[in-house]
């Protein structure tokens, strides 16, 4: 089948947390809409770019594109912005079923709320093993976010200034699910739309478009602020029936924040990750890092009332409230109804222990596991320093922060122009010296920027040892998600302090490492992946923490360079910059090839 949508992506006004402000909404709403296709199914975006002042493109992240790399969303390096007023239509194969999410991927869009939810269901050819598992259906998957209330172009400006007059972006105001939180208000909305859902005779006064019905009733009822005329920070309620088993889906597109979820009185059992099988095991709450996703199955095993859903920061110092959602038991008898007491705790943010045994834990499901080939062709280092360059704060990868020419990377080596459009005189650095600390600030902190790229030839089996330090300030190191675009990639092992193969190598796991998009790296830590370079294309690999990126935190993969002047690659995808003055080859019709499937 084929999905087909239209969207046009724009200004809005919006109070995602009670609080009206500006964001980039798609068809007059944010989040955007929710996708929902079939492994095997073609899905067609045409993006309409109603904004006036700026560029836009979307990523699907967690789809592999294969055969459409053009269609990846990368501003820069698979195509060029889309122009304000400029239409482009995304095609490409939902290719395995899981739990995905679309974003902007141009400056820090992603972080004005363009994003959306992208599920992909399983088919005959692609079974999910854990389908017949769950009795109770889907419950509404739980895409979550940060939100400041400044808007992402002071965030830049702030990150982009000099010397004192850096600012950091700082801690969200407000956690959100699905799009809705509660700004510095824990209960208030939240324990309203908890009376609702266990009570249908109150009213709604939100109409189906979740616009207000009835402003002055709501008003009353609003125990935290102006909240009916917001009526978009409603809290998300999830409805169950005792002794019936569900999927719950939860992705994560924050940008800064890592985040746990706990169900009150609840346990969930983690079936997939990142559109992946894992092998199922059972927790008490979830961590979830920016770019992650999961589905866990959750048995509604408890008296029928209803429960908290929390969700807390973890791994940075929070000052953000715990967002809220309900799990609602539908067949509750009002007698029965007993408010519960205070939403469960998630864990303490700085008990880095707790975070790095959940993420061990995660293996390949071993009934459907492909194990990953044996051994690589090539090793390839990426020491991750915070660095200043002339005043400017940056994150470097081997003391180089990356930046991103205005020929997209996918055109200029299309047509053959990529030593006009970008620095080719050499590959970025695969190794950082010997004698470099990881565990104290850089002894030189300056670094370079530069548009350089890795080259890897088509098929090749790639490991990549991600190297975290210390940051400028001693004693510190943050934890990165890093992300990579068009493939997945086997997590074989995590480590403290300095990888170093000799000692580590050999414990690497190359039987069940769990198959992933997204892979932290902890502070002072190590976290090594590998990769087949079998997707011809131009692909980030990024830290996933927006302003990170921002500041030059990731690398460019280029694979399989002579298969790349020989893609079908569409005119409008990648005509501009050089290519669109210079091209020595003609353009190729605007008339996308159908996208092949998956090798
Ligand atoms: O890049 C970052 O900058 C700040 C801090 O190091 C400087 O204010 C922070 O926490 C980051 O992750």
Known sequence: ATISETWDVEYIMWAPDCQQRVMIGINGRFPGPNITARAGDVINVTVNNKMHTEGVVIHWHGIRQFGTPWADGTASISQCAINPGETFVYSFVADKPGTYFYHGHF????????????????????PEPFRHQYDGGELPMLLLSDWWHQNVYAQAAGLDSKDRHFQWIGEPQTILINGRGQF????????????KAIDKNIQTCVDN???????ERCLRRSECGPYCPKSQCAAVVLDVRRGKTYRLRIASTTSLSALNVKIQGHKMTVVEADGNHVEPFVVDDIDIY???SYSVLLKADQRATAYWISVGVRGRHPKTLPALAILNYTDAPPSSFRWPTEPPVTPAWDDIKRSKNFTYRIKARSDTNEPPPPAADRQIVLLNTQNLMNGHYKWSINNVSLSLPTTPYLGAFRHGLQHSAFDTSGEPPATFPEDYNVMMPPVNNATTVSSRVFMLKHGIVVDVVLQNANMLKEQVSETHPWHLHGHDFWVLGYGDGRYDPLKHAAALNTVDPPLRNTAVVFPHGWTVLRFIANNTGAWAFHCHIEPHLHMGMGVIFIEGEDKIRELDVPKEAVACGLVARTAAVPLTPATPKAPSPAP
């Open 107 to 126: 400056g820090m869009q992603r972080a004005a709320g363009l994003y959306g939810s992208l599920i992909i269901e399983d088919s005959p050819e692609h």
């Open 184 to 195: 510095e208000c824990t209960l208030g909305p939240a324990r309203w739309n908890f009376e």
């Open 209 to 215: 478009q979740g616009s207000c019905k009835d402003e």
């Open 290 to 292: 920016s770019g992650e």
